[in-house]
């Protein structure tokens, strides 16, 4: 009888260890996150918050914490609008929405290193939404493009592209082969860049996009067909 009570408690124990462990780390990116923004490091404090939420999406606490940190930041004036728009849509306690909200006027503000961090842990969070998660792949891009990062920011291009074609977004795929035919460009892979920028063009052909039409080859030299 003893063994047995001991092994329902060593069980209880067990089971329970794991959650323990998952509210340590909540209340540490929680305290973080507070320990910045006093900082001043604003941006710094939104990966934070958001890191922990890519861990546990549904603490109240981060998601509030981080809300209440971006709107005192530099940022509120740019995020208000948008936050108010979420309030009404009912969206403003869904965390992957808000996450890539906010890592998106990350990017917009020029903090590329936080945004690659509260960004890729939105896709952590996860979503249902194709559309929602094309945005943050083509965030991603730009993102890791600004740091540098030309393979990851290529990667993230080739995702976003993908999520195009399976919405039927002809206008999305003509960005993203855009994006796409540059990148290749600038790492002298000029059979894919020219492959891409023909794609796009045929796009925007196809959507009656004469801006694009007439300026998709006006960063490729007119030698390009010779290098491919």
């Known amino acids: 009888m003893c063994n047995l009570m001991w092994g329902s408690a060593h069980s209880?124990?067990?089971a329970?260890?794991?959650?323990?462990?998952?509210r340590r780390a909540q209340g540490a990116y929680f305290r973080q996150g507070v320990a910045l923004q006093y900082l001043g490091r604003h941006a710094d404090a939104l990966a934070a918050f958001a890191s922990g939420l890519a861990q546990d999406p549904k603490s109240l606490q981060l998601l509030v914490g981080m809300v209440e940190a971006a709107?005192?930041?530099?940022?509120?004036?740019s995020l208000e609008p948008t936050y108010q728009q979420l309030q009404k849509m009912k969206l403003d306690r869904s965390?992957?929405?808000?996450?890539s909200v906010i890592g998106q006027e990350l990017l917009s503000a020029g903090h590329h290193q936080a945004s690659v961090v509260v960004l890729e842990a939105a896709l952590r969070i996860g979503t249902c939404s194709l559309k929602?998660?094309?945005?943050?792949?083509?965030?991603?891009?730009?993102?890791?493009w600004s740091l540098g990062n030309t393979e990851k920011s290529v990667s993230y291009m080739q995702q976003d592209l993908e999520v195009a074609k399976s919405l039927g977004d002809q206008s999305g795929e003509c960005r993203a082969h855009g994006n796409l035919g540059s990148a290749f460009f600038s790492k002298g892979n000029y059979r894919e860049a020219l492959s891409n920028h023909r794609n796009q063009l045929v796009l925007a052909m196809?959507?009656?996009?004469?801006?694009?039409?007439d300026g998709h080859f006006v960063?490729?030299?007119?030698?390009?067909?010779?290098?491919?």
């Open 206 to 213: 196809r959507l009656k996009d004469r801006e694009t039409a």
């Open 95 to 99: 965390p992957f929405v808000v996450v």
């Open 219 to 228: 960063c490729l030299p007119p030698d390009i067909g010779r290098r491919v």
């Open 16 to 22: 329970t260890a794991p959650a323990a462990s998952e």
């Open 132 to 144: 929602l998660r094309g945005s943050v792949f083509s965030a991603l891009s730009s993102a890791h």
């Open 71 to 77: 709107m005192k930041s530099p940022m509120r004036e």
């Open 12 to 14: 209880l124990t067990v």
